[in-house]
């Protein structure tokens, strides 16, 4: 398997346009995350999906963040408008609870898409 | 209500001594607790992780970590460090569907 694939791998853009930042989560994975991270405040976990549904999005900052999971092997982050604050590495993971009948859990990376607005 | 503090954001060791980032848990039940590292520029990677079976838990590069309820920690150890295992490491909780990450601590390996 090709692992967590996202893309851009870098995307810079101007103030008020819009931003979609993709993931393709490992195949047979139930479970995609979107993180941000930031120097000042580190790594935050901003949603997540469970069998394409959105379970907890408690950490999303604000209505301009929209996140979407169409099917089972392709989620969007969306930034409409984006400010120079939303200035991060955006990272998405899925997971497996259960693999060969052993829990796992195990999150896997992508490799992150550095945003960068101007 | 869940969190995790790792209680140094910067530790330090030279080359071939150990190895020791803390972390402690606060939940309410037994939760599945995970180490990640992050090297710079790239993504998190899973070193090792605690599922309620035995206590101490073998990780990857020769890291393991201890599970002490009564304590509730779950420090990270290494017996020797190696210049590669410099890198920002990552504590986190999990139980149910409630996910919650340190803030980091980065270890810096002295020649």
């Known amino acids: 398997d090709a692992g967590v694939i996202q893309s851009p791998r870098h995307e810079v853009t101007e103030m008020g346009q819009e931003v979609t930042l993709r993931c393709k989560p490992i195949s047979g994975h139930d479970y995609l995350f979107w993180y941000r991270q930031t120097m000042m405040r580190g790594l935050e976990l901003l949603i997540y999906f469970n069998n394409n549904v959105p379970i907890d999005d408690s950490g999303m900052p604000e209505d301009r963040f929209s996140a979407k999971m169409p099917n089972a092997s392709f989620s969007t982050l969306k930034i409409q408008p984006s400010e120079p604050r939303d200035s991060a590495v955006y990272f998405c993971?899925?997971?497996?609870?259960?693999?060969?009948?052993?829990?796992?859990?195990?999150?896997?990376f992508g490799p992150g898409t550095r945003l960068t607005v101007l | 209500a869940q969190s995790v503090t790792q209680l140094d954001s910067h530790v330090s060791v030279s080359e071939g001594t150990p190895v020791l980032l803390r972390c402690n848990y606060s939940s309410s039940y037994s939760p599945s607790l995970f180490w990640y590292v992050q090297h710079p520029n790239k993504g998190l990677q899973l070193l090792l992780k605690?599922?309620?079976?035995?206590?101490l838990v073998k990780g990857i590069n020769g890291f393991e970590a201890e599970f002490k309820k009564s304590e509730t920690s779950f420090h990270l150890t290494k017996p020797s460090a190696h210049m590669s295992d410099a890198a920002e490491y990552f504590c986190?909780?999990?139980?149910?569907?409630?996910?919650?990450f340190g803030k980091g601590t980065r270890l810096h390996i002295l020649p």
């Open positions: 993971a899925s997971s497996s609870k259960w693999d060969r009948g052993k829990w796992a859990d195990t999150q896997y």
């Open positions: 605690y599922t309620s079976a035995a206590t």
């Open positions: 986190v909780v999990r139980r149910d569907d409630k996910i919650i």
